[in-house]
């Protein structure tokens, strides 16, 4: 009987050799504490990617076995915080000595947060996808928090056309009229042929990367939704009654806008912040009208900073 087992790892060599920029696993699934802003911990299921770079050219392969354990400790017996990303992303590289000098990990999971409705004071859950992002590259270290926030938004010209139908309907009505009696326009108004056409407008996505600082010790989750819905002033509802619908009508026909005005608008909400040491945003308008959507992109820019 064999007293050991082989280890295709150690006891062979590459079939060709070279580097390899990242070597790893991804779509781990595992449940994991967070440490955020709006709460000391919180569980959620996350998915996971783990990597090193493979500089040894000749080397078979990397231990695979001792990144998963490793993020199974945190699992079982951590908290996901700024310190222990940075303690998880040197312990990855110091198990592949004279293997691996580079390490990256991410960490994608849903962020449920209670949210109060606009006018009615009613309370529901919103998920908002949100992902962690560390790397540690030839001892530069970066950390990422990426979030994605849901929104409504009214197209302008499709709005200033409706108020151009409203406008002649309201000159066919009362064209002959000498006098116009101001409650007959009340009711009239009242009525789909008062207001014979409404603007078009669509569920939209705000996708919001920031390069976080060492000065970091729990992620900003909260406060970055926070500042993103704010500044947009239309985020999707959880729960709505006819008041708050009737709310969210009127916060979406103050704030029409196009992708760029949305860009913009969030552009120079994120400059404002000193929170945040660079950051790159992606404003998709889910058209309703075309079968296509409306994208735009902006970033801080920053020498040396992410990149459109």
């Known amino acids: ?9 150690h006891q062979t060599t590459a079939q060709t050799e070279g580097k390899l920029d990242w070597v790893g696993m991804s779509n781990i699934e595992m449940p994991l504490m967070v440490a955020s802003d709006s709460a000391a911990e919180r569980m959620v299921s996350a998915h996971i990617d783990a990597f090193v770079n493979l500089k040894e050219p000749q080397a078979k392969g990397i231990h695979m076995s001792r990144l998963y354990l490793q993020l199974d400790e945190l699992s079982s017996n951590g908290v996901l915080t700024y310190q222990s990303l940075v303690t ?3 312990g990855f590289i110091s198990s592949h000595q004279d293997l691996s000098d580079n390490a990256k990990v991410q960490f994608s999971f849903e962020y449920h947060l209670r949210r109060k409705s606009l006018i009615s004071g009613k309370q529901g859950w919103k998920a908002y996808p949100v ?4 790397k540690l590259n030839q001892g530069k270290l ?8 849901r929104y409504s938004s009214t197209c302008p010209c499709s709005a200033a056309l409706a108020r151009q139908l409203i406008q002649q309907a309201f000159q066919n009505k009362f064209t002959d009229d000498k006098q116009v009696d101001l409650n007959e326009i009340h009711d009239w108004l009242g009525t789909t042929e008062g207001i014979v056409a409404t603007p078009h407008s669509q569920r939209s996505v705000a996708e919001i990367k920031v390069k976080l600082g060492n000065n970091v010790k729990e992620f900003p989750i909260t406060d970055l939704v926070d500042v993103i819905e704010q500044s947009l002033q239309t985020p999707v509802q959880a729960a709505v009654k006819r008041e708050d619908e009737q709310e969210f009508a009127r916060l979406n ?3 029409l806008m196009f992708c760029e005005d949305a860009a913009r608008r969030l552009q120079h909400t994120m400059n404002l912040s000193e929170q945040y040491d660079d950051f790159w945003l992606k404003i998709n308008h889910l058209e309703s009208l075309h079968a296509h959507d409306a994208v735009s992109i902006t970033t801080k820019g920053i020498t040396n900073g992410y990149q459109p």
């Open 131 to 134: 992902t962690i992002t560390g």
């Open 253 to 255: 026909g103050q704030n």
């Open 142 to 149: 970066d950390v990422e928090l990426a979030v994605d926030v």
């Open 1 to 9: 009987m064999p007293t050991s087992m082989p280890d295709i790892a």
């Open 88 to 90: 998880l992303l040197d």
